[in-house]
């Protein structure tokens, strides 16, 4: 009985400072998320960006953040993060194809409210639908006429003719 206590007292011995070095790379990165994220809203705001931006890139650092830590701590464990790391890297792709159309919808939108080729009160026609923009976000804009609200995947305004009359 004493000998497994003594292998299990051997095995928390050398495993001590690999849980310790693994909890201070969390720290560590959890304190860049912290910092990063506020340098990030700092920035959108002296730049007056919108609003959806901002948060957009704060959940953008965020995970790749945790994912660069995690990656980073599994390591210093002792796991193999080769298989892990071309697994993430096959999932992103089988993920990007998948959502290509909701992706390029946001890209445009993220597009959009940077360049700001339009913007809320102005009057829209795009191919037969005509309106006056009520709302931009990451995946529609939203146009009304007398009718009808109509959104407009982000993605239609960059493909197609767009009539902006402010």
Known sequence: MEEYIQIILQKTASWLPRLGSATF???????????????????????????????????????GLWTLGLITMFGTLGVDITALV??????GFALGFALKDTISNMLSGVLILLYRPFRIGDQLK???????????????????????????PNSKLFTEPLIVQA
């Open 126 to 152: 795009l191919s037969s639908y005509e309106g006056k923009v009520v709302s931009i976000d990451l995946r529609y804009t939203i146009i009304i006429n007398e009718e009808q609200k109509i959104l407009i």
């Open 86 to 91: 071309a697994g993430l890297g096959l999932t």
């Open 25 to 63: 790379i969390l720290l560590f990165f959890w304190l860049l998320i912290k910092f990063i994220a506020g340098l990030i809203m700092g920035l959108v705001t002296r730049l007056e960006l919108d609003q959806n931006l901002s948060m957009l890139f704060v959940r953008s650092a965020r995970v």
